[in-house]
């Protein structure tokens, strides 16, 4: 179960539960990843609530890293998400907003 206090937040990815969370190191993969520059960058690549769908892969990849899980993007594409877009879409903006407050 997540930890919220932690900035984690749970989803089922791939027919399993599994907890997602933006460490410090998922951010610096997710700046490098997405060509960000810094945190103030990638907060503001997704405060207007415009993501691709290779933005929301390398969220969702981030974090499942951040939370302990050993999986690479690409394993990650080929996964169902519960809910499928929509769903993806709302576990990275929990995820976010889990991360940098309600301004992501």
């Known amino acids: 179960m997540a930890n919220t206090q932690?900035?984690?937040?749970?989803a089922v990815i791939g027919g399993e539960h599994r907890v997602l969370c933006l460490t410090l190191g998922a951010l610096a993969e997710?700046?490098?990843r997405l060509q960000a520059g810094d945190l103030v960058g990638l907060a503001e690549r997704f405060s207007g609530g415009r993501v691709s769908a290779r933005d929301l892969t390398a969220i969702l990849g981030a974090g499942l890293r951040g939370g302990g899980n050993?999986?690479?993007?690409?394993?990650l594409a080929r996964l169902s998400i519960e809910g499928g877009l929509k769903g993806a879409a709302e576990i990275a903006a929990k995820l976010l907003k889990a991360t940098f407050g309600e301004t992501a």
Do not use: K, N, S
């Open 6 to 10: 932690r900035g984690e937040v749970d």
């Open 30 to 32: 997710l700046e490098a």
């Open 70 to 75: 050993a999986i690479t993007d690409d394993d």
